[in-house]
């Protein structure tokens, strides 16, 4: 089998794995699909993520989000990730680089999560998976941005401030409702 071929492969076992824990009744809210790099950054940039902020990307699946917080823009990251092979992946990704100072990986369930620390929150997971979430992590500060990558967080239409859809996919950014 060509190198190709069995990278395609990976990739395919890789996505039905995803979709059948999502599909099945299971912990997880989300398929994971990894965010492109061009649209990570526009998602920080939207934000207007600086060395002032902290990041907290909920289900950083292999931690990019995390890493481009911390190269480009200075920010120190927090990723959660609630798969085990990705959450691994994501630390021995950020200690390749030797981000360990700026970015924290923690492999464990986004709900009942501490975000007090969270300036800006990224999150790329579903309708109901956004909603649920941010209902049920702890400390969310009124005044957060809270970025979510295609799906708008159904409820908080009051809080949406901008939708960019320079990269052909919609990016909403909010400020997080006083609690």
Known sequence: MAAGSSSAVRGLLQELRSWGRYLLPSKYVAV??????????????????????????????????????????????????????????????????????????????????????????????????NLELLQSVVGLRGGTRVVSLYFPVKGWEGQLLRVDRSKNIDIHLYTAPEQ
């Open 32 to 129: 994971y699909y990894p965010t492109q790099l061009p649209v990570a950054r526009a998602m920080l940039r939207l934000a207007g993520v600086s060395s002032s902020d902290t990041v907290f990307d909920l289900g950083c699946g292999d931690g990019r989000i995390c890493i481009l917080a911390a190269e480009e823009f200075g920010a120190r990251s927090v990723g959660v990730e609630l798969d085990k092979t990705l959450a691994d992946a994501a630390a021995a990704a950020v200690a390749g680089k030797g981000l360990q100072e700026r970015v924290q990986i923690i492999n464990g369930d986004c709900r009942r999560l501490d975000v007090s620390r969270a300036s800006v929150i990224t999150l790329y997971l579903s309708d109901a998976g």
